[in-house]
């Protein structure tokens, strides 16, 4: 009983994964597309939502859409 305990309270972190940046794109031209939000894409491809957002937001600044971080 005590195993079962001990895994309730735990929740395993997600291993870190890596995505090439033609995959990235893909993801961020789904979120523009505004047919689905955020949200829905992150869930239909297993993402978490901080990444797709971070992603929309770096691709925002590399083309010049957005001014408040890093290009």
């Known amino acids: 009983?005590?195993?079962?305990?001990?895994?309730?309270?735990?929740?395993?972190?997600?291993?870190?994964?890596?995505?090439t940046p033609e995959f990235k794109a893909e993801i961020v031209e789904?979120?523009?597309?505004?047919?689905?939000?955020?949200?829905?894409v992150s869930q239909d491809f297993d993402l978490t939502e901080t990444a797709v957002r971070d992603w929309v937001k770096q691709a925002d600044?590399?083309?010049g859409a957005r001014t408040d971080g890093l290009t």
């Open 1 to 19: 009983m005590s195993i079962i305990m001990e895994s309730m309270g735990k929740k395993r972190p997600r291993p870190r994964r890596s995505f």
């Open 30 to 40: 789904l979120c523009q597309r505004g047919d689905r939000t955020l949200r829905q």
């Open 61 to 63: 600044l590399d083309a």
